[in-house]
């Protein structure tokens, strides 16, 4: 929790730096969306009202005070008769007050120690918000950061298919030149300009992947999603991650310390049900006040005030045995809590298993990615001197401009594989930091 709200105190300064001159980077990114995010804010707002809730008072721990105060005006038809015919009295629209005024305080005595498993279940109520607000913090970072890398994985994509067109053009150039002494042919220079063209829509598609991509970002930035923003990086893989680091802290992240907690308050409420078959116990206190006055009658003014103590204690006998059915529910909700967090369990241990095996594969294979795309690059500019001196055809220029596009190609969705599978690997375990 501490780290999560260190976390929220550096926004407000990340967000001064490099976005207004539409430079993003990674970290302006997390910043900003951690800043923006509904999502967050209303996680934000839940734990707010967990921690208001969790009160004594409103667990019914404290004293109650009420105050009532009534003033009735009355217009009355009197008549009385008495032994002595000269007592009597026959009166119409006769006035007369009635104001009574007290105050009472009560406390609970005791009532089967439901205020205390209140006062539990809400303190374990405002740590489950808390969990489940840092849970949101750590996946909003994943998504931005994935789709963040996505970017740069694409212009990674845009930089190859430019070195491509750039050979495509020195091709052409080369050809040019030949057919000026009658050493090549129109055939060529078609076949030449219409792999150039291939490459040039292929960058205009990409072009749009990054532009739709960006857009994509903002959007979890919560910020325009027309806003121009320039991304500049690269892909660096952490390849110290093992999984004996991440899976026994993956087993303790946020969502499952929430199921844990959803449990301690299901259990809360069963011993709050069950203390609605206890007796209830309280004392009241007080003081009251009533005024009678009356214009006519037998008697005309009636005063009475002074304090009162008073003990009430309620013993439920019967009530349709709908308390009973209520704990047997509590009972059922508790163990579907303990089985959700089980199956939870299995699932985050499945899942940070299965992303393991996919972030050390692409490293193995990164290795010889960088290899091959290395080789294929000085294929490319080798046989691309022999093209010049007339020692290659354009045949053996294309299939190693496609060679160097394929391993440029799987060089970089490698290398975002194994960061994505690193991003969310962290995820699992708490520990993603941008």
Known sequence: MRKLILSFLVIPMATQFGFGQNRLSLSDAVAIALKNSYNIQLAKNNVEIAAINNYVGVAGGLPTVTATVSDVENATSINQKFPDPSRNVTRSGVSSNNMNANITAGILLFNGFRVKAAQQRLAELQKMNEDMLNAQIQGTMAAVMTSYYDVVRQQNLLNTIEKSIEVSQQRIDVIKSRKEVGLANNADLYQAQIDLNALIQSKQAQQLIIDQGKTNLLSLLFVSPDSAVVIKDSIVVDEKVTLSQIKPLALKNPQIAAAEQQIKINELLERETAALRVPTLRATTGFNFSN???GAGFILEN??????????????IYNGMISKKQQQVAEINTRNAKVQRDQFLLNIETGTVRTYQA???ALAQLKTAKE???LSKQLLDLVMQRFQLGQATIIDVKLAQ????NESYRLVNLAFTAKVAEVELKRLANIIEP
């Open 292 to 294: 009678t006055k009356s």
């Open 303 to 316: 005063r009475s005030y002074g304090p009162f103590l008073g003990v009430n204690l309620a013993i439920p």
């Open 359 to 361: 972030y050390s594969n």
């Open 372 to 374: 091959n795309q290395i």
């Open 402 to 405: 496609q060679s160097f596009e």
